[in-house]
């Protein structure tokens, strides 16, 4: 198991509501191991790469709304 990190900063988030849509999107997504959003529109990820790609986590962000600013 190789866990990483990251922290990004994503649009769409303007209430708890949107924390808790962003909670629901990602749920369940096989190895994610943490997500924490704030009302600011960071989100701090932590998953483990042989099981799942930063990229997929982010495309399911994208897909529910929340676009990362990069």
């Given amino acids: 198991m190789a866990v990483q990190s990251d922290t990004l900063q ?8 949107c924390v808790m849509r962003l909670g629901k999107a990602l749920e369940g997504l096989e190895g994610l191991e943490g997500a924490n959003a704030t009302l600011m529109g ?7 790469d ?4 930063r990229e997929a ?14």
């Fill in 10 to 17: 994503v649009t769409g988030i303007r209430c708890e509501r």
């Fill in 57 to 70: 986590i982010v495309e399911r962000m994208s897909r529910a709304g929340f676009r990362s600013v990069e």
């Fill in 50 to 53: 042989e099981r799942v790609e």
């Fill in 42 to 48: 960071q989100v701090s990820l932590t998953w483990d």
